[in-house]
């Protein structure tokens, strides 16, 4: 079953606007992850937060993990046309063998 | 410092064919991992192995798939009599740690198999 659910499915954006994407997850964690995925490309790992992190900035990325809610957030400032990919969190499986994809969030930012 | 590498990137087979996908984890990393990806989904564990042992593939299909991770050489996932169901996007994925938390992985390109 999913771990990670992220909302919006879909979100279409102006270029320089912000993008907020949710994830919701369901047991326990040690850190939750997000990733991107360009059209028919590999996924690329863009932060991690651990679960004693309420927030984490890289470059125009920032991340908030709320552990009470289990939800974390994937802000993206001043969105640009290559910004355009499918974001997805990711959490741990138990064992620690594996990480648990949502559906993903596909973020379309027009020129 | 090149990346994962997988190959081939497109794979057709027809049904009932074998299927070889083939996986080089990044320069010091023992700990591979491969993912299905339907289209409009998120990837899905498979298995995960380390060098020569396979240390989880609760993902994995009990029939007709295979995986390994040989001492030498790249991890190999192989799928016997291939169905059209088979057709998607097969990730593999490396990290250079492992135990209690996955660490981040770093993800190949992938291999598109059709199923014709």
């Known amino acids: 079953s999913q771990q990670g659910e992220e909302d919006p499915q879909a979100l279409s954006i102006q270029e320089g606007e912000n993008a907020t994407m949710n994830c919701s997850y369901k047991t326990s964690i040690n850190n939750l992850q997000w990733y991107r995925q360009n059209s028919g490309r590999g996924l690329v790992h863009l932060i991690l937060i651990r679960s004693n992190e309420r927030e984490k900035h890289s470059g125009r990325l920032r991340v908030t993990l709320d552990t009470s809610k289990k939800s974390s957030s994937l802000l993206i400032t001043a969105s640009r046309a290559a910004d355009t990919a499918s974001y997805f969190c990711a959490t741990a499986n138990q064992a620690g063998t594996a990480l648990i994809f949502g559906k993903g969030t596909t973020l379309s930012v027009s020129s | 410092n090149a990346g994962v590498m997988q190959n081939p990137r497109h794979l057709v087979r027809r049904r009932g064919q074998e299927a070889r996908l083939r996986c080089s984890p990044m320069?010091?990393?023992?700990?591979v991992y491969w993912y299905r990806q339907l289209p409009e989904e998120g990837l899905k564990f498979m298995v995960y192995l380390q060098k020569e042992n396979i240390i989880d593939e609760s993902g994995m299909p009990k029939e007709r798939f295979s995986a390994e991770f040989p001492k030498e050489g790249p991890s190999i996932l192989r799928i016997q009599q291939v169905v059209r169901g088979d057709s998607a996007a097969y990730f593999c994925?490396?990290?250079?740690?492992?135990?209690?938390?996955?660490?981040?992985?770093?993800f190949g390109p992938g291999t598109r198999l059709t199923v014709t």
């Open positions: 994925a490396s990290s250079p740690l492992a135990g209690e938390e996955a660490y981040e992985q770093y």
């Open positions: 320069k010091g990393h023992s700990h």
